[in-house]
């Protein structure tokens, strides 16, 4: 008998296999190189300091993931998921060549606000007809979405190993074009093969009926939203006057978006305990997804330094001449996509293995080792950070060790994060909340971008402490989480 991987699938499920794979390329090989243009000041780049281009670098990743969520909307309810990826890509791919064009600041940042707006449009509609293509759900379905996720981390690897060494060695502007490239491929992949094999999948849906029931609801959900903004506005109007942020500087946007983020999650989740109308076993697994959005922001703000701090570690510390040939720093990025494509078959044949011997971990279990794995990567990071403040350059082992330990980590919580939200949310609020896991990955590559802030060229000194605070806050975290894995799997209510 084959296995679901091995069985045949729909032709559409290549067809978007390749256009995501595209669509990687561009995102992960530009952003491989924005902080590095950012700061470069001898080759034409942006010539910022570490903490308001990390800052930037924060806000643009963080906005990738916020815009999934009126993204999601607007196909949900308006273009249907094909358009908004076809449209979404043509955005994308106009972003990048603007960013390709040397002209100023106002020409760059409209070029990388234009890549997250289309990228808000695609990203979350094209996973979603892939499940389209298997109405029956299972173990083939399941297959499915493993075929994609290694066709996201072979575009990943491509397009940080060809737009990371355009935009070192030959121009910036060159790799961000390389990026828009990429993305017409995916476009061109996507037209042709969705006429032929994406047939009645992620059309325009049917206008919904409204009743007196609906539209009431949508009147005081209106509301809702209208005096939660009301609030926020005048929040960070305090915080402005009163100078506990600045948002006239880049560092002080990265901060008020925080703010936005953390206020809006907060009010979500307190909104659908007290008057969801759930029961009492609903409250108590929210109470866990509760758990775990703080847990999965917590791991994203350690994971994406790989763009932020682990990259100007990579760039100014880290030993990278082969012969007479200097590696590319951003190459250092691409050992996570690798290691996710090498490990992640071991991995889900390991939680296999455990199940049918009836001792898989519990998820509170895999998200605590997830997060200790991430501490214990930057531990490793003290002691290159310890060479580097002697004015020697680290070995590239240390970054290869701590890529390894990041994706190991990635592997059991990121996929098992998905699945519990899909489990433990109540039905009548999944979307809503597989959208406030997005938001805490936003969050998550906000505080990545935050803290990178801190890895001045005249701060060097604070190097190994700032890792060292990673290493605590985070391993901290994961062991509280194996402390009290046990009632908050009681809260789970039966769920595995």
């Not at 916020?66 to 909307?73: C, S």
Request: net charge positive.
């Amino acid at each position: 008998m084959s296995s679901p991987i091995s069985q045949k699938h729909p032709k559409g499920l290549y067809v978007l296999f390749f256009a995501e794979m595209w669509e990687r390329f561009s995102y992960y090989g530009m952003r491989a190189i924005l902080l590095l243009f950012l700061l470069d000041k001898m080759r034409g780049g942006m010539s910022m300091g570490a903490a308001e281009g990390a800052a930037i670098y924060g806000i643009y990743t963080a906005s990738v993931y916020l815009l999934t969520l009126p993204g999601g909307w607007l196909a949900d309810n308006i273009l249907g998921q094909k358009k908004a990826i076809w449209y979404g890509g043509i955005v994308i791919m106009i972003g990048h060549i603007i960013l390709a064009i040397p002209a100023g600041s106002g020409i760059f940042f409209l070029g990388l606000t234009t890549v997250a707006v289309g990228t808000g449009l695609l990203k979350p509609n094209i996973s979603s007809i892939v499940g389209e293509l298997y109405p029956e759900g299972g173990a083939r379905r399941d297959a499915a979405f493993s075929i994609f996720y290694m066709g996201i981390n072979l575009g990943s690897f491509l397009g940080i190993a060809i737009v990371g060494y355009l935009g070192e060695k030959v121009s910036w502007h060159l790799g961000f074009g390389a990026a828009a490239i990429g993305m017409l491929l995916g476009l061109i992949v996507f037209r042709i093969g969705s006429a032929r094999h994406l047939q009645g999948l992620g059309d325009v849906p049917p206008a919904s009926i409204s009743t007196p029931e609906s539209v009431a609801q949508s009147s005081s959900n209106k509301k809702l939203g209208y005096g939660l903004v009301a609030l926020l506005v005048l929040f960070l109007i305090v915080l402005q006057t009163t100078g506990t942020i600045d948002m006239t500087t880049a560092q002080g946007l990265a901060k008020g978006a925080g703010v936005i983020i953390v206020t809006i999650s907060a009010s979500y989740f307190l909104f659908i305990l007290v008057a969801g109308g759930l029961t009492r076993v609903e409250q108590y697994r929210v109470l866990v997804l509760i758990i775990l959005f703080l847990a999965i922001a917590l791991f994203w703000a350690g994971y994406e330094q790989a763009g932020t701090s682990l990259q100007i570690f990579a760039e100014r510390h880290t030993q990278r001449m082969i012969g007479g040939w200097e590696v590319p720093s951003s190459w250092f990025q691409n050992f996570q996509p690798t290691f996710v494509l090498l490990f992640a078959p071991v991995l889900a044949s390991l939680w296999i293995y455990l199940s049918s011997r009836n001792l898989n971990p519990s998820i509170p279990v895999k998200f605590a080792a997830g997060l200790i794995l991430l501490g214990l990567s930057f531990f490793v990071m003290v002691g290159a950070s310890n060479i580097a403040v002697t004015g020697q350059l680290a070995s590239p082992f240390f970054l290869t060790f701590t890529y390894f330990l990041h994706t190991i980590g990635e592997l059991c919580v990121s996929p098992v994060g998905l699945s519990s939200y899909t489990k433990l949310a109540p039905k009548r609020y999944v979307s809503q909340l597989m959208g406030i896991w997005f938001v805490g990955a936003s969050l998550g590559n906000l505080i990545a971008g935050i803290f990178a802030g801190g890895f001045d060229e005249e701060n060097i000194m604070q190097m190994p402490a700032l890792f060292n605070q990673v290493a605590i806050i985070t391993t901290g975290f994961g062991l509280l989480l194996l402390v009290f894995w046990k009632p908050i799997k009681g809260w789970m209510g039966g769920i595995k």
